[in-house]
C-alpha cells in the first residue's frame, strides 16, 4: 500500500488535479462538436489554433473563424451547441485508470485539491456525477481568481487552502498552459496529455505520462520522482 505523506514530512504532501482533460475529458468532445459546427459552415478548425484556449480563458476565439451569419445568430447556434456539448459528456466516463489514483490517494490519507479555470458550478456538477467531490479536500476555481492559467494563482491558493507550500504539492495536468501554471506557482509536475493535447510543446524537462493513468498511482508518483518510503507496494 502506500503510506501517508505524514510518513515523510520532508517529501511530497498533497496532490492537486486539473479538471478538465485530466480528470474527465471534456476538451476532446468539445473540440469534437465545434469542428462539426465548422465543417457545416465550410470552414474548418485547426487544431493548433483550439490548443490555444486549453486550460486558460478568453485565449482563443473560436467564433471569429465562423461566417457572419452565423455569429448574427450567435445565441440560438451558441444554446444548441452547448446542449450538445454538455449531452455528450455527460455520457462519457471518467479518463481510464484516473478514478483509482484518486481513491488511492485518498485512502492513504493525501490531501487532495483541485485547481481548474472553469468556474465551480462546472466542476462540481461532473464530480458529483461521477462521485468524487468527497475525495477534495480544496476546491480552486475561476471563481476563485482575478487571472486563471497560466497565471499561477489558481495553484498558489490551492496550496495556501491546503495549508501548505507550493513545494510540498504534485501537480497533474493535461495541458501547456496548466503546466506552466503549475511549474510558476513552484509545484512539481506530471503532465497526462489527452487527444487533444498531446501534439503541444510540452518543455522536454516536465515529466508526461504518455500512457495516461494506465500505470495507476505508483507509476503517477514515479513520474513525478517520488520514491523511497513514500510508495510501497500497491
Known amino acids: 500500500m502506500l503510506s501517508s505523506p505524514a510518513a515523510n514530512p520532508d517529501a511530497l504532501r498533497a496532490v492537486v488535479f486539473d479538471f478538465d482533460g ?3 475529458d471534456t476538451e476532446t468532445r468539445e473540440f469534437w462538436h465545434w469542428q462539426q459546427l465548422y465543417q457545416q459552415h465550410g470552414r ?3 487544431l493548433i489554433d483550439w490548443q490555444r484556449g486549453i486550460g486558460t480563458w478568453d485565449a482563443f476565439d473560436p467564433w ?3 461566417p457572419a451569419e452565423v455569429q448574427e445568430d450567435r445565441e440560438n447556434v451558441q444554446a444548441g451547441l452547448h446542449e450538445r456539448i454538455v449531452a455528450d459528456i455527460g455520457q462519457q466516463d471518467l479518463r481510464p485508470g484516473v478514478r483509482g489514483v484518486l481513491e488511492g490517494l485518498h ?25 468524487l467531490l468527497h475525495l477534495f479536500k480544496v476546491l480552486c476555481t475561476r ?19 491546503l495549508g501548505l507550500s ?3 504539492c504534485l501537480a497533474v495536468e493535461d495541458s501547456l498552459n496548466g503546466g506552466l501554471a503549475a511549474v510558476a506557482a513552484g509545484m512539481r509536475l506530471v503532465v497526462v496529455p489527452n487527444d487533444v493535447t498531446r501534439t503541444q510543446p510540452f518543455p ?4 508526461r505520462l504518455n500512457d495516461g493513468f494506465a500505470l495507476g498511482l505508483v507509476g503517477l ?14
Do not use: M, N
Open 22 to 24: 485530466t480528470i474527465l
Open 44 to 46: 474548418e478548425l485547426a
Open 64 to 66: 471569429a473563424g465562423l
Open 107 to 131: 485512502a492513504a490519507g493525501w490531501p487532495l485539491a483541485l485547481a481548474t479555470s472553469s468556474d465551480r458550478k462546472w466542476v462540481t456538477r461532473w464530480l458529483e456525477q461521477h462521485g
Open 143 to 161: 471563481d476563485d481568481v482575478r487571472r486563471v492559467k497560466p497565471d499561477p494563482e489558481l495553484y498558489v491558493l490551492a496550496a495556501q487552502r
Open 166 to 168: 507550493a513545494q510540498d
Open 204 to 207: 522536454p524537462e516536465w515529466a
Open 221 to 234: 508518483l514515479e513520474a513525478a520522482g517520488v520514491d523511497g518510503p513514500q510508495i510501497t507496494q500497491l
